[in-house]
């Protein structure tokens, strides 16, 4: 295989990149503040809010599988993934406002069919053409696994600068534009519109290879022969990489997405200044931004391997958790522990997301197909899934601490039950994930695979 013919350039890096933080824009705005905007806004029950979340986000995995389906059988002038891409920007950014901006004066059933139904566009459907269709573009811009490796190192970059501005600046800007009543009309329209052209940025500037110009035989194979779709799926699961790799990323994103959507409790109601979490949230960043931006993720996954990598990041999370357990409402330990998570965060989720392209050129190259966007939906499937249940657990742990809007809204404080929920969801549940987790990337060396696999292959 000729590395040099399929690397990507500077702007084709940087522009892969730019749809990650379109996401993660939404992404943490909704992740972080949609569970205080329905109970505080909309006045449903958490119990309510935490319920339907997790449906959603079930339905929304599903909808991953099949979305990888389609794009494995779209042909267009473009490729298979840009087009969905161009298509899915503009929906994304208006599906993000009508998430936040329910109608006024609705009864509580109808206000419980609209945060149902715009939930479900928000994520089941213009978010998931979106991730897909970004996920299988790693595949389909180069076949150079260290290209793929610095793409996403980039691309996480932008992913931790969109969680940065977003955690940051989200309560201010809405704040701005007229406080929790009315603010959040402004707030979306801000961030509807970067997100709307990152999305489209990526589109418009990464170019996917023809197929036929790549000298993996078992890819013109393909071209070939005739899979139904009980084969196809047989080749996705039936390996030793694809169902530890889901329970990887579901395990990453719900403890990330749980850290995420407790944050904002436990700085207002533990720490007692809802302003903290622009410091938490930086510690949290910040770091990982500077990991990546630098270089050091992918320097370090070539030098040691992705697996490793993987251990390490995985260890760096549980430190961390060990450090903000004993810090109590120490702040410095508690930043200090967000800098070790944010460590975690640069190496863990960019390795995991390389690993997927890796899973994906093992499947293809073992089984001689292309479902590259069938195993790429893993990434959405197991982001959705696990994030949508860290959202459900930061709702029901909420119901189940005896969480009061009315309380909240007062400016008193919370039970001691709510506030020991809010900590668990914060520390204690997060570090359990990644205990777990460490276990399971033992087994994620698909990478090392492909590489004699494809040593072989030119050895012929």
């Known amino acids: 295989m000729n590395n040099k013919k399929h690397d990507v350039n500077l702007l084709g890096r940087v522009g892969y990149g730019m749809c990650n933080f379109g996401m993660n824009i939404i992404a943490t705005i909704v992740g972080a503040f949609v569970t205080m905007y329905y109970t505080d806004n909309v006045m449903l029950s958490a119990a309510f809010v935490g319920t339907m979340l997790l449906a959603v986000r079930v339905l929304d995995g599903i909808s991953d599988l099949i979305m990888g389906a389609i794009i494995d059988h779209t042909h267009t002038r473009i490729g298979k993934a840009r087009p969905w891409i161009l298509i899915g920007s503009i929906f994304c950014a208006l599906s993000m406002y009508f998430v936040f901006n329910a109608p006024s004066g609705m009864s509580e059933s109808m206000a419980k069919v609209y945060c149902v139904v715009t939930y479900i566009l928000n994520t089941v459907v213009f978010g998931t053409i979106v991730n897909v269709a970004w996920?299988?573009?790693?595949?389909?811009?180069?076949?150079?696994?260290?290209?793929?490796?610095?793409?996403?190192?980039?691309?996480?970059?932008?992913?931790?600068?969109?969680?940065?501005?977003?955690?940051?600046?989200?309560?201010?800007?809405?704040?701005?534009?007229?406080?929790?009543?009315?603010?959040?009309?402004?707030?979306?329209?801000?961030?509807?519109?970067?997100?709307?052209?990152?999305?489209?940025?990526?589109?418009?500037?990464?170019?996917?290879?023809?197929?036929?110009?790549?000298?993996?035989?078992?890819?013109?194979?393909?071209?070939?022969?005739?899979?139904?779709?009980?084969?196809?799926l047989g080749y996705m699961f039936k390996n030793e990489y694809t169902i530890p790799l889901i329970i990887a990323f579901v395990l990453n994103w719900f403890a990330l997405s749980l850290v995420a959507t407790a944050t904002v409790y436990f700085a207002r109601d533990i720490l007692g200044d809802a302003n903290s979490m622009k410091v938490l949230n930086n510690a949290r960043t910040l770091p990982a931004m500077i990991f990546l931006v630098i270089g050091v993720v992918p320097f370090f996954a070539t030098k040691w391997g992705k697996k490793f990598t993987l251990l390490f990041a995985c260890g760096s999370h549980i430190v961390s958790g060990a450090i903000m357990i004993l810090a109590g409402g120490n702040v410095p330990l508690l930043v200090f522990g967000q800098v070790l998570r944010s460590v975690g965060s640069a190496f863990g989720s960019t390795m995991l997301m390389a690993t997927v392209s890796d899973v994906a050129d093992y499947v293809n190259m073992k089984n001689n197909v292309d479902i590259s966007g069938m195993t790429s939906s893993v990434v959405s499937f197991g982001m959705k899934v696990g994030g949508g249940f860290g959202s459900a657990m930061m709702a029901w742990a909420l119901a189940w601490g005896g969480y009061s809007a009315e309380v909240a809204n007062s400016g008193l404080a919370q039970a001691a039950s709510t506030l020991l929920a809010e900590k668990a969801c914060f520390i204690y549940i997060p570090t359990v994930c990644f205990i777990i987790l460490f276990f399971i990337c033992t087994r994620l060396d698909a990478d090392k695979k492909v590489k004699a696999m494809r040593a072989q292959m030119e050895s012929k």
């Open 135 to 232: 996920s299988t573009l790693a595949v389909k811009v180069s076949r150079n696994p260290d290209t793929r490796a610095s793409m996403i190192s980039i691309a996480q970059f932008f992913a931790q600068l969109a969680g940065l501005i977003a955690g940051s600046y989200t309560i201010p800007m809405i704040l701005y534009f007229g406080g929790y009543e009315t603010g959040y009309k402004g707030m979306t329209l801000v961030f509807g519109a970067i997100a709307f052209i990152s999305i489209l940025i990526t589109g418009i500037v990464c170019k996917e290879y023809d197929v036929e110009e790549t000298n993996d035989a078992p890819l013109k194979k393909e071209k070939k022969e005739k899979h139904s779709a009980k084969e196809l």
